[in-house]
C-alpha cells in the first residue's frame, strides 16, 4: 500500500509549498482551486524554503526531504536529552525506539506530512530549554516552540506541561518564559492573520472548533493512539 501522506494529501500538501513559492497566500477564501488546510504555516514554507535552496523544484519530494532531515534532527535531540540525565547509551536507545516505532507512528518519519517537523521542533525546545543556564539559552529554546507553534497548534496543549515542568527548578524564571512564549505565539498567529484577511484563524482556530467531541476515544488515546 502507499505510505502515509502520500496521494491525494500528500498532493494538497505540496499545492501548499506551490502557493509559497509562486508568492501566494496560503489562507484565503475556498475555491474549487484552493482550500487551506486546518494547520499553521510553518511546515510548508519551510519545504519552500529548502526547496529554493536545494533547487529541487519539486514540492512533493522537498515535503519528503523535510521530514527525513527532521527526523534525523528528532535523534540528535533524543540522544542528547537521554544522555544529559542518564548515559550515552541510554540516548542510543532511545533512538532505536523511536526508529522502531517507525510502523506504529503510521510510517510518517519519511512522508510530506506535518509530525516530523513538529515533534523535531518541539523535542528541541524541550532539549535547549533542559541545557540553558542564561536568557540567551531561553530565548533560543523560545524560538524552537514558536517555530513549533507555527507548524502545528497541538503546542498549545504541550508547551504549559513542559513550563510546569521547569517550574520547580527555577519558578521565576520557568513562569516569564511561559509568558514570554505565550505572547509571542499569540502575537505571531495575530500578524499573519491580518496579513490573511482573517482567513488563517478561521481554518486554523474557528474550523477546528466546530469538531465533534468524542469522550469514548479518550481512554483508547493510551492504548491505541
Not at 499545492?15 to 497566500?25: I, M, Q, S, T
Amino acid at each position: 500500500s502507499a505510505p502515509a501522506g502520500s496521494g491525494l494529501r500528500g498532493a494538497a500538501m505540496a499545492d501548499h509549498v506551490a502557493r509559497v513559492l509562486e508568492g501566494r497566500l496560503i489562507y484565503t477564501a475556498p475555491s474549487y482551486e484552493h482550500v487551506a488546510y486546518l494547520y499553521h504555516p510553518g511546515f510548508f514554507y519551510v519545504a519552500a524554503l529548502l526547496g529554493e535552496l536545494t533547487t529541487m523544484g519539486h514540492a512533493l519530494a522537498s515535503l519528503r526531504l523535510v521530514s527525513v532531515l527532521a527526523t534525523i534532527l528528532t535523534c540528535v535531540f533524543l540522544f542528547r536529552l537521554v544522555r544529559r540525565e542518564g548515559t550515552p547509551m541510554g540516548g542510543l536507545v532511545a533512538i532505536g525506539v523511536y526508529l522502531a516505532s517507525y510502523f506504529l507512528a503510521g510510517c510518517y518519519y519519511d512522508t510530506g506530512r506535518i509530525d516530523p517537523l513538529f515533534s523535531c521542533l518541539l523535542l528541541g525546545g524541550i532539549d535547549q530549554l533542559r541545557a540553558s543556564r542564561s536568557w540567551k539559552g531561553l530565548v533560543v529554546a523560545g524560538t524552537w516552540f514558536l517555530m513549533a507553534w507555527l507548524t502545528k497548534q497541538t503546542t498549545a496543549v504541550i508547551l504549559p506541561i513542559v513550563v510546569l515542568g521547569s517550574l520547580p527548578g527555577n519558578f521565576r524564571r520557568g513562569a516569564w518564559f511561559g509568558i514570554a512564549v505565550a505572547a509571542v505565539c499569540g502575537l505571531s498567529v495575530w500578524g499573519l492573520d491580518i496579513l490573511h484577511d482573517g482567513w488563517l484563524s478561521y481554518f486554523t482556530l474557528e474550523l477546528p472548533r466546530n469538531h465533534g467531541f468524542e469522550t469514548y476515544l479518550l481512554p483508547l488515546f493510551w492504548s491505541h493512539d
